[in-house]
């Protein structure tokens, strides 16, 4: 339930997202459920999941869909990408493998790690995750 945040979000409500309930999404969090960076972090993976999906869908119905968004971002960001290296990656983003949603294991402590005298909720990665994760993305298996 997002309507502390935005009123057009309550629990319950399926809605396609305007730009500024997007943004209320993957940015809130300390109004939101339990105000952990971890429910916002899989939160912007949903986002990013939904997004990857209908840009993968759409472009299976129209190929030269990845140069119209290239188009339209290139008035809101800067890269250094051409529009044919957008298409290729977004191509092979739509025949590759989907892993799932890969998360290291950890805990969080109260801290003051970015010395900015705030107490932050710090994440730290338990060390047999971090190599688990790896092994999945990357084989580093010897087998």
């Given at each position: 339930d997002?309507s502390?945040?935005d009123e057009?979000?309550i629990?319950?409500?399926?809605?396609?997202?305007?730009?500024?309930?997007?943004y209320?999404y993957v940015h809130e969090?300390?109004?939101?459920?339990?105000g952990?960076?971890?429910?916002?972090m899989?939160?912007q993976?949903q986002?990013?999941r939904?997004?990857?999906?209908?840009?993968?869908?759409?472009?299976a119905?129209?190929?030269?869909?990845p140069?119209?968004?290239?188009?339209d971002?290139?008035?809101y960001?800067l890269?250094?990408?051409?529009?044919?290296?957008?298409?290729?990656i977004?191509?092979?983003?739509?025949?590759g493998?989907?892993?799932?949603?890969?998360?290291?294991?950890?805990?969080?402590k109260i801290g003051?790690l970015?010395?900015?005298?705030k107490e932050?909720q710090e994440?730290?990665?338990?060390?047999k995750?971090?190599?688990?994760v790896l092994?999945?993305?990357y084989?580093?298996?010897?087998n």
């Amino acid at each position: 339930d997002f309507s502390e945040v935005d009123e057009t979000l309550i629990d319950g409500a399926t809605v396609t997202l305007t730009d500024k309930q997007a943004y209320n999404y993957v940015h809130e969090r300390k109004h939101v459920n339990d105000g952990t960076n971890e429910n916002r972090m899989k939160r912007q993976e949903q986002y990013i999941r939904a997004m990857l999906d209908k840009l993968v869908d759409r472009t299976a119905e129209d190929p030269g869909f990845p140069n119209v968004i290239y188009k339209d971002m290139k008035n809101y960001a800067l890269t250094d990408m051409t529009g044919n290296d957008f298409s290729r990656i977004l191509n092979r983003v739509s025949k590759g493998e989907n892993l799932g949603l890969l998360s290291f294991k950890g805990e969080y402590k109260i801290g003051k790690l970015i010395n900015d005298n705030k107490e932050l909720q710090e994440f730290y990665v338990d060390e047999k995750s971090r190599i688990e994760v790896l092994d999945k993305l990357y084989d580093l298996s010897t087998n």
